[in-house]
T-cell receptor, first 113, second 111 residues
Framework: EAGVAQSPRYKIIEKRQSVAFWCNPISGHATLYWYQQILGQGPKLLIQ????????DSQLPKDRFSAERLKGVDSTLKIQPAKLEDSAVYLC???????????FGPGTRLLVL | ELKVEQNPLFLSMQEGKNYTIYCNYS?????LYWYRQDPGKSLESLFV???NGAVKQEGRLMASLDTKARLSTLHITAAVHDLSATYFC???????????WGAGTKLIIKP
């Protein structure tokens, strides 16, 4: 069974630029999560989708971050404009349903200069 | 405020020794996860503990859950170098099925 796919794996941008990340969850998984993991910390949930609907985005900085999952399968997370403090690993995870084990992708390492 | 606290945050130990990582949480939950993260890699699910008194074992790792004490432990028996990693616990907040994560315990096992 294929795992959660993410791209790109690494991205370096300058502050105020825009960046987008892509995630393809495990086939059949209804729930998709985007997390931000800052070095030395645990993951912080940014947004949770159930199929193509948003379950929770209370910790998403909506002035600069946006995410969509239009067809209920793959998802994109965008940052516009980026700040230095956005440097982190962005992890995508999926689960069969909301209360099931989450499976994580390899992550995208973002460095904002 | 919902909190998940792990201790220790850093642990260096010799091969062959036993040790325990603790995970305390501040809210009611009956579902707790343990994940492993290798440097530069993503998170790998180790255990899910679903009820009070639950115990799961895989190789040299054993996890347990005491929901009354709001405490989970991850016990390492006769540690080997391959277990070097960062271990996270995460608590399921039942009201919205979100996970609240600990800060992680970085484990280094020396030959």
């Amino acid at each position: 069974e294929a795992g959660v796919a993410q791209s790109p794996r690494y991205k370096i941008i300058e502050k105020r630029q825009s960046v987008a990340f892509w995630c393809n969850p495990i086939s059949g998984h209804a729930t998709l999560y985007w997390y931000q993991q800052i070095l030395g910390q645990g993951p912080k949930l940014l947004i949770q989708f159930q199929n193509n609907g948003v379950v929770d985005d209370s910790q998403l900085p909506k002035d600069r971050f946006s995410a969509e999952r239009l067809k209920g399968v793959d998802s994109t997370l965008k940052i516009q404009p980026a700040k230095l403090e956005d440097s982190a690993v962005y992890l995508c995870a999926s689960s069969l349903w909301t209360e099931e084990t989450q499976y994580f992708g390899p992550g995208t390492r973002l460095l904002v200069l | 405020e919902l909190k998940v606290e792990q201790n220790p945050l850093f642990l260096s130990m010799q091969e062959g020794k036993n040790y325990t990582i603790y995970c305390n949480y501040s809210t009611t939950s009956d579902r707790l996860y343990w994940y492993r993260q290798d440097p530069g890699k993503s998170l790998e699910s180790l255990f899910v503990l679903l009820s009070n008194g639950a115990v799961k074992q895989e190789g040299r790792l054993m996890a347990s859950l005491d929901t009354k004490a709001r405490l989970s432990t991850l016990h390492i028996t006769a540690a080997v170098h391959d277990l070097s990693a960062t271990y996270f616990c995460a608590v399921d907040i039942r009201s919205n099925y979100q996970l609240i994560w600990g800060a992680g315990t970085k484990l280094i096992i020396k030959p």
